[in-house]
Nanobody, 122 residues
Framework: QLVESGGDLVQAGGSLRLSCAVS????????IGWFRQAPGKEREGVSC???????YYADSVSGRFTMSSDNAKNTVYLQMNSLKPEDTAVYYC??????????????????WGQGTQVTVSS
């Protein structure tokens, strides 16, 4: 099970940290991704730790977002800085058994959280 939290309303330029609490499995054995979906748009990949353990970011968030984890808490985080109105979306974390590398597409992920809303006001 994956449970996201930390979404909120924030002004442009602000920061948020999203959490994804993992239960039922050890995320070290999985690829973990963060995705987002804005109204009327496709769900897009934001960042992921790939099947071989490397971290990737979408160009739109590179340099602003950082993915990290706390093994003791079995929790994955997404630190989001310098937020922009276009970052407004529901953010999801997901897990995959894939061993593929790179910024993985949503079709690679089998387990999904329920999402958390991030709204960035201008």
């Amino acid at each position: 099970q994956l449970v996201e939290s930390g979404g909120d309303l924030v002004q442009a330029g602000g920061s948020l940290r999203l959490s994804c609490a993992v239960s039922g499995f050890t995320f070290d054995d999985y690829a973990i991704g963060w995705f987002r979906q804005a109204p009327g748009k496709e769900r897009e990949g934001v960042s992921c730790v790939s099947g071989i353990g490397d971290t990737y970011y979408a160009d739109s968030v590179s340099g602003r977002f950082t993915m990290s984890s706390d093994n003791a808490k079995n929790t994955v985080y997404l630190q989001m800085n310098s937020l922009k109105p276009e970052d407004t979306a529901v953010y999801y974390c997901a897990a995959s058994t894939t061993l593929k590398d790179g910024l993985l597409g949503r079709e690679e992920f089998q387990l999904w959280g329920q999402g958390t809303q991030v709204t960035v006001s201008s």
